[in-house]
């Protein structure tokens, strides 16, 4: 029996059609150590689900209520103070005609109930304040295929159908409960049996039904008029409030319309260039209440400071274009395939902020990269020359945490830090008191995605911000470097109803951030998870990326935890970007790279809330991801463990630093191990490379096992694959091994593993990826998650007077455990290394990178190009511990069914050696070969390179200590 009561005519319309279709592709217009640990086959503290430690970015308190306005942060607890039984949404509102609850009584009668003003309470076990009830009827079958397709997690849950009359548009407006009552209910009874349970429902799954759109969204130009377009199906009203500039007072409220859940307004054309906000009246389960939420446009393309009011802007207008804007795609540095990329991972205002070579106004800021004579300029000029083609820069859109008002700032006196000693614990003192006020922090902190970050424009009003991006992308191309920008889609900084920095929850509030079964927001991406899986949000993020490609014509993207995306986002964004053309869009998308971090935890683990985008699912689409086998084992451990752990070049078994890792037994065979793992990333990680394991056996890369069972290799493609030895998270490359070696080594030594180190990530195959400054030694006091550490942590010298080493103990708050480590190194005038060792560092760092891009050999383009031609010897249980010998095979004259790619070597072999001492190791499988060392080693700077050697009558290499020794076979 199906029955409404008390509600008004407008829940008996009939349910307006449906305005897309939720399962098609939209079309687009035109913190934290995150990094897991891997392939550890020795004692460590495993990580079940998590990937450890993760840096949670700090959010500020909240502000006291009466003032309408939030810090970051969300806005929760209000509702213990009001209607306090809907603090939970377990059941789930999936398509227009089906409720989800996870219902064990089979006998369980159903009701929805809902209130327009959001009055409803308990009262002596009764809910009261309703307008409207409506009983639901049990499925006998299960949920549909479509439903748990995109709900897998409720696979189990019992379904419940609406009755068809009912207007469900004007039920989401509403504040929603429903209830279960055991035995049946009687017509026209108050009394229906004993109440079971009741709870809050969320909607993401009706709304995408319903309202799923492909239409215009945020500003559309026309010759004289502007028209809006807000998506907000739940907004039971919205208007825009247009003000007086940047800070000004209320001008004028205009009203929008609503159809079919999108809510628009057109105006006159002299609407551009005003500031304005949405005012969205609508029911928050944050707060169990009708809200009035002012918002920040979700599609601004222009903000005033502190994204308090987005700027009505013309993204086209000529006068926000640099000189010769438009024709930036004929000057991009050429890119004939991904696996010529190499990335150089940067921090905007790590670039400048301390460069005294560039103007004072611009230091820390995107013109630092319009300084063409600066220190830091030149530095990026000598890698372009010797082949790197890709800068990433860290979160580069609006973020929480920094002001954009430069005068707000609160800076440390440097000058009185440097007089402490180096392993002083006040420096981070220091740092800390002003790390919330100070202009620095890494920008995992979404409030915009579509707007240039404010605190890095010469001013956040206007359209500053705009210009200098462009200009900077421009620089950055015309030095021969392409730009990859780090987008972060998988969290938000704020959600609730008041804060500033709160945008997509105020406007459908419960739709774009995960909630866990019990209604919560998911917190394990840092904070305010978002929900790719959801329609809208998938569009979001692509029509965002089509922003940055188009508006500025970014050249890759990296993604920010990209296993909290999912799968099917991920290949969308790829084939929308690569659609992109240069006579329609002013853009090549077919040169655009996409990349990111896709560790497998938290709510989506193993798929739980679908296909993810984790490193094992994104095997075949041509989209990167960090290959962390690789990393942990150059290093050992992981960044996780114990920081005394020590890897294949840090000094395992070769050379002990005192912490045990087990009997020499124990310890040749985790070295032997780490070594398998090395060569399968060398060989691009790829589940089918066949290596022949330190047991002797041939085994595909998806064979050989890391600790906890996951495969090494899960590549299909070199391009798929980002070999690294450190980034921005955890500590410097420097650091780790300054930390790992022991105690006594010389800093000529520790330098050498630094360019070991680097050296494997530079010639493997796949695209290899480094931490700026790693190659000039950079330090940041052993910090191992610097991400609020300010300027005095994070400094770059690009003069290479310093590496930034012993300036204090890192911040208390994630290195105080591992200060009795640091201490007595950071006070050792040992560890720090002289000028002469950063430019010999510098020099290395060139050299390699030159040989790299010497031959197309060390950049195959096929995993079947890598699997005929890559091959490692000194494998099996005789291998010499702590060498791995590549060689990498052209077309030659004795040898049928292999292409030429390379017209000046025939052959090349390197051999890495991560000894303390001199190798001399015989290969005979490379035996009577042509082989001299490279051009580019002989005339190297480091002694000891110049001195490595091959013997042809034996195939015989004899490698120094501590060095990566390259020797290619000339054609004739």
Not at 54 to 63: G, T, W
Not at 541 to 564: C, E
Not at 693 to 709: M, N, P
């Amino acid at each position: 029996m199906q029955m409404l009561l008390h509600a008004g005519p407008s829940f008996l319309l009939a349910p307006p059609p449906r305005f897309a279709d939720a399962t098609a592709p939209s079309s687009a217009s035109p913190r934290r150590s995150r990094t897991p640990q891997s392939s550890l086959p020795t004692s460590h503290s495993a990580r079940a689900a998590a990937p450890g430690p993760r840096r949670v970015r700090p959010v500020a308190p909240r502000a006291p209520m009466a003032t309408g306005e939030e810090g970051a942060g969300s806005d929760l607890g209000l509702a213990e103070a009001t209607q306090g039984f809907l603090l939970d949404a377990t059941a789930y509102w999936v398509t227009r005609s089906l409720i989800a609850w996870d219902v064990s009584d089979q006998e369980t009668s159903l009701f929805l109930y809902a209130s327009r003003n959001a009055t409803m309470c308990m009262s002596s076990g009764v809910i009261e304040g309703y307008d409207s009830k409506v009983e639901l009827q049990p499925e006998n079958d299960r949920l549909p295929s479509s439903v748990t397709q995109k709900f897998p997690f409720i696979s189990s849950y019992r379904a419940f159908r609406i009755p068809s009359s009912v207007d469900v548009a004007t039920l989401v407006k509403c504040q929603l409960a429903v209830a279960s009552f055991d035995g049946q209910y009687v017509l026209l009874q108050a009394a229906h049996g004993n109440r079971q349970d009741v709870t809050g429902l969320q909607l993401p799954g009706v709304l995408d039904d319903m309202f799923a759109y492909t239409g215009p969204l945020g500003t559309i130009f026309s010759e004289e008029a502007v028209s809006m377009y807000l998506w907000a199906p739940t907004a039971q009203d919205v208007s825009m409030n247009f003000y007086d500039g940047p800070a000004g007072p209320l001008l004028e409220t205009v009203q929008l319309n609503e159809s079919y859940g999108v809510w628009s307004v057109t105006g006159p054309r002299n609407w551009e260039n005003r500031y304005y906000l949405y005012e969205v009246t609508v029911y928050h389960p944050a707060t169990a209440n009708i809200e009035k939420c002012l918002a920040a446009d979700p599609y601004a393309r222009g903000l005033s400071a502190n994204s308090t009011r987005t700027w009505l802007v013309d993204i086209n207008n000529e006068t926000l274009k640099p000189l010769a804007w438009d024709g930036l795609a004929a000057e991009k540095p050429k890119l004939d395939s991904f696996s010529d990329i190499s990335i150089y991972e940067l921090h905007i205002r790590d670039f400048s902020a301390h460069d005294s070579t560039v103007d004072c106004n611009f230091r820390g800021g995107f013109c630092a990269f319009t300084c063409q004579d600066s220190a830091g300029i030149e530095h990026l000029k000598k890698l372009s020359d010797a082949g790197l083609t890709h800068v990433h820069l860290l979160p580069s859109f609006q973020f929480g945490g920094v002001d954009d008002i430069k005068n707000n700032w609160k800076c440390v006196d440097e000058a009185e830090l440097s007089k402490l000693p180096p392993g002083s614990d006040l420096q981070q003192a220091a740092i800390v008191a002003i790390q919330e006020e100070d202009p620095y922090n890494w920008g995992y902190n979404p409030v915009l995605w579509g707007v240039p970050k404010g605190s890095y424009a010469s001013n956040p009003d206007g359209p500053s911000r705009i210009i200098e991006y462009r200009q900077m992308v421009q620089a950055l191309n015309r030095l021969g470097l392409r730009v990859v920008m780090d987008v972060v889609y998988n969290h938000l900084y704020s959600s609730g109803p008041f804060a500033i920095t709160s945008v997509l929850d105020k406007i459908v509030p419960g739709y774009y951030l995960r909630r866990d079964s019990n209604g919560q927001i998911e917190n394990s991406a840092a904070v305010n998870n978002t929900a790719s899986e959801q329609f809208m949000v998938d569009r979001l993020i692509v029509d965002d990326l089509l922003n940055w490609a188009v508006n500025y014509k970014v050249d890759g993207f990296r993604f920010d935890l990209m296993g909290h995306i999912m799968k099917k986002t991920m290949i969308r964004a790829k084939s929308a970007l690569q659609s992109l053309t240069i006579d329609e869009h002013g853009v090549d998308g077919s040169k655009i790279y996409l990349y990111g971090e896709g560790w497998d935890f938290g709510e989506v683990a193993q798929n739980q809330r679908g296909i993810n985008g984790s490193q094992l699912n994104m095997s075949g689409t041509g989209i990167g991801s960090f290959n962390d086998r690789i990393r942990d084992a150059i290093n050992g451990g992981s960044p996780f463990g114990n920081p005394l752990q020590q890897g294949f070049s840090t000094g395992l078994l070769l050379e002990p630093n005192g912490f045990y890792q087990g009997n020499e037994t124990e310890t040749r065979l985790t070295l032997a191990t780490y070594a398998d793992h090395i060569q399968i990333g060398l060989a691009g990680n790829l589940k089918d490379y066949v290596l022949i394991s330190h047991t002797g056996e041939a085994r595909k890369g998806s064979e050989i096992r890391t600790y906890d069972g996951s495969p090494v290799g899960y590549a299909s493609s070199p391009i798929e694959i980002i070999n690294y030895a450190s980034a921005h998270d955890n500590e410097t490359l420097f650091d780790i091994i300054s930390l790992k070696t022991p105690m006594n080594l010389s800093i000529d030594e520790r330098c050498r593993i630094n360019h070991l180190s680097t050296s494997m990530i530079a010639l493997s195959q796949g695209i290899p990826f480094f931490h700026a400054g790693d190659e000039i030694l950079r330090s940041k006091s052993l910090d191992r998650d610097s991400y609020n550490s300010g300027d005095w942590f994070n400094k770059i010298d690009f003069t290479y007077e310093t590496n930034n080493w012993g300036v204090g103990l890192p911040p208390r708050e994630k290195n105080e455990g591992s200060w009795p480590l640091m201490k007595p190194r950071l006070e050792n005038p040992s560890f720090k290394p002289a000028k002469c060792d950063i430019i010999a560092a510098l020099d290395n760092f060139v050299d390699i990178l030159k040989i790299r891009y010497s031959s197309p050999l060390f950049r195959l383009t096929t995993a079947s190009d890598i699997e005929q031609r890559v091959h490692f010897h000194n494998t099996g249980p005789s291998l010499v511990p702590g060498v791995i010998v590549m060689s990498i095979e052209d077309a030659r004259n004795d040898r049928h069914g292999m292409a030429q790619i390379d017209e000046t070597f025939s052959y090349v072999v390197a051999v890495f050696n991560v000894c303390p001492y001199e190798v001399s190791i015989e290969i005979p499988d490379l035996a009577s070969l042509g082989l001299q060392l490279h051009p580019v080693q002989v005339n190297s700077s480091d002694a000891l390179v110049r001195q490595s050697a091959y013997e042809a009558t034996t195939g015989r290499f004899t490698v120094p200590k501590r060095t990566t020794a390259v020797f290619v076979e000339p054609r004739c």
